[in-house]
Each structure stands twice: as structure tokens, then as C-alpha cells.
């Protein structure tokens, strides 16, 4: 199984958003090992990249993918080798210089600007469709 871990700056306090959220990284098991981990500050993001992980980046600025773009890039990303696959959202003042220079790509969720713990459950809800996408579910756009 591959693993992908979500770097989140800021709490989500919400329980809520938080069982949300945890219900659609335990619909991405067996296929899909999601794990989230909140982080202080931005500036603690490049020590929490562990070396070889594949960073991206969530920015209002970077490539917008639809849902079947992304399984496939999903797909791409987990059949490289590396430690793992991460994820990270910023807090209200998005990334700072060195969280850019360590990124491997950014991922724009769409051109809206998205409060944090929202772009959580949306981020939950497309690596589950992706891998649902990947494991040849029917989707329903097709």
C-alpha cells in the first residue's frame, strides 16, 4: 500500500470537518494510506519533508487538474520512488520562499482562495475519487 501524508499549517478544531475528513482517508484504504499531520508554522514545513518525498504544494496559483487528470497524476506520483507522497496547506499567508525552493509542484484546488480546513476536506474527498478512479470504479462522469 502507498502512503501520502497532508502537512496542514494551522488546527482543525472543528470535529465535524475532522470526522469528515477522516471518514474519506479511511474510504481510501486498502489502496491508499492517508495520514495528516498539523503543523505550527510554515516555516516547520521543510524539516517535516522527509528527504526523496515528493512535496506538493496546495496554491491558489498552481495547475488545475479535473478529477481524472489528477488519478492519473496521482497514479504517477505513487508509482516513483521515494519515501512518500506529501501534501501541504498553508495557513492564511500561504508558503514562504524555502517551502517553494523544496517543492516539487504546486496543485491549485481551484482559483478560489480556500480557508484552510476547507482545502482539507476537499483535498480527502479528491484523493478518494482519484483512487477510486485508479482502482476502476465506475465514475460518473463517464
Known amino acids: 500500500m502507498r502512503r501520502v501524508e497532508i502537512l496542514c499549517i494551522g488546527k482543525l478544531r472543528d470535529a465535524g470537518l475532522r470526522t469528515l475528513c ?21 516555516t516547520e514545513l521543510p524539516r517535516a519533508v522527509a528527504p526523496r518525498s515528493r512535496l506538493v504544494l496546495l496554491d491558489e496559483g498552481g495547475e488545475l487538474l479535473g478529477s481524472r487528470p489528477f488519478a492519473e ?9 521515494g519515501p512518500r507522497l506529501v501534501f501541504a496547506i498553508g495557513g492564511a499567508e500561504g508558503f514562504d520562499e524555502a517551502s517553494r525552493a523544496r517543492a516539487d509542484g504546486l496543485l491549485a484546488l481551484g482559483r478560489l482562495t480556500l480557508a484552510h480546513r476547507i482545502a482539507r476536506i476537499v483535498l480527502a474527498e479528491q484523493l478518494y475519487r482519484a483512487v477510486s478512479i485508479i482502482g476502476g470504479a465506475p465514475y460518473h462522469r463517464d
Open 22 to 42: 477522516d471518514e474519506y482517508y479511511r474510504r481510501c484504504a486498502p489502496l491508499l494510506q492517508v495520514t495528516e499531520r498539523e503543523l505550527r508554522a510554515v
Open 73 to 81: 497524476r496521482l497514479k504517477g506520483w505513487l508509482s516513483t520512488d
